[in-house]
Nanobody, 113 residues
Framework: QVQFVESGGGLEQPGASLRLSCAASGRTSSLYRMRWYRQAPGKQRELVATITNSGSTNYADSVKGRFTISRDNAKNTVYLQMNSLKPEDTAVYYC???????WGQGTQVTVSS
């Protein structure tokens, strides 16, 4: 199994930036494709961004051009740089891999003026 610890969330105003981190531990040799997800209050969890071990990336349309996913394989850490934040980005953000491992506690991002 793999364990994830997400961090870096907070309360920001619209237009601000945040950088989330996801530290993985355990069976990290299986971490080929890493993903960031988010879950807003009353909504289902949605996929935000994906990165492969070689660095190929993919994004949800709602964050394309504003968010950037990256990884440091030596540190078993995945990042999500979030720029031009909008109120609709408010959610708890989680990372995971494929196949999914147990979910971490997530990190809360709140965008509000």
């Amino acid at each position: 199994q793999v364990q994830f610890v997400e961090s870096g969330g907070g309360l920001e105003q619209p237009g601000a930036s945040l950088r989330l981190s996801c530290a993985a531990s355990g069976r990290t040799s299986s971490l080929y494709r890493m993903r960031w997800y988010r879950q807003a209050p009353g909504k289902q969890r949605e996929l935000v961004a994906t990165i492969t071990n070689s660095g190929s990336t993919n994004y949800a349309d709602s964050v394309k051009g504003r968010f950037t996913i990256s990884r440091d394989n030596a540190k078993n850490t995945v990042y999500l740089q979030m720029n031009s934040l909008k109120p609709e980005d408010t959610a708890v953000y989680y990372c995971n891999t494929i196949p999914a491992q147990p979910w971490g506690q997530g990190t809360q991002v709140t965008v509000s003026s």
